[in-house]
């Protein structure tokens, strides 16, 4: 089985993810070891705590494509950001501030962890709105969400990520009965590779 992750602060000096490039590229080899072979990375796209990061990740990005050619031809890379939603900055989307993942029409967005849904929804039908598709970031974080808060962000288009190490089992009741288990699949399914050679993005795109 191979998998796909589309949400990795892997790229180093540029957020809270690798601080240097020996742990960007331990960090690679480590998800390699697991069987990924695509990877989006998605530094924070956030000024207010990372500055203006955009040529640090480029380069970043450029170092970590040249390992990778070398090490895991096989492994698919292509850049992202994950945008922390404040005030007007969804336009950062449509002005390229922002980068949607792989050049996609699809972007990930992160809220505050008290967010109320009405401002999450109010986002989420912005980014609709002007043509893109949000993918909620680490959903299981936002404590003013339940499973009813989720499902309905789901029928509104956006698509929904939760992290591999979270505690499915309590996370937002997401998991906390069967008759619920249809979230965790629509989560955990944005980390997992289709074979054929169909892309995950290309899969999200065409559903």
């Given at each position: ?25 331990a ?23 990372f ?8 380069q ?9 050619a ?18 007007d900055n969804?336009?950062?989307?449509k002005?390229g501030y922002?980068?949607t993942?792989?050049?996609t029409r699809?972007?990930l967005?992160?809220f ?31 404590i ?19 992290n ?7 996370a ?14 629509v ?6 590779q ?8 290309d ?5």
């Open positions: 089985m191979t998998f796909s992750d589309i949400h990795i602060h892997l790229l180093y000096g540029v957020d809270d993810g690798s601080a240097t490039i020996e742990e960007m590229k960090l690679t080899d480590y998800v390699y070891s697991y069987g990924t072979r695509y990877l989006c990375v998605t530094p924070h796209c956030c000024p207010a705590m500055g203006d990061n955009r040529a640090s990740t480029e970043s990005f450029l170092e970590l494509k040249s390992y990778c070398e090490k895991y031809p096989d492994l698919a890379l292509s850049l992202g950001n994950e945008l922390y939603c404040s005030g969804l336009s950062w989307i002005s922002c980068n993942l792989g050049n699809f972007v967005l992160e505050d962890e008290f967010s109320p849904f009405s401002a999450i929804s109010k986002a989420v039908k912005t980014v609709l709105n002007s043509g893109y598709v949000p993918i909620i970031a680490h959903a299981e974080r936002y003013k969400l339940g499973t009813r808060a989720v499902e309905q962000l789901r029928r509104d288009g956006a698509k929904i990520q939760v591999a190490v979270a505690d499915l089992g309590s937002l009741a997401l998991g906390e009965a069967a008759e619920h288990l249809h979230f965790v699949f989560a955990v399914a944005l980390h997992r289709h074979g054929g050679g169909e892309s995950l993005l899969r999200l795109l065409r559903g």
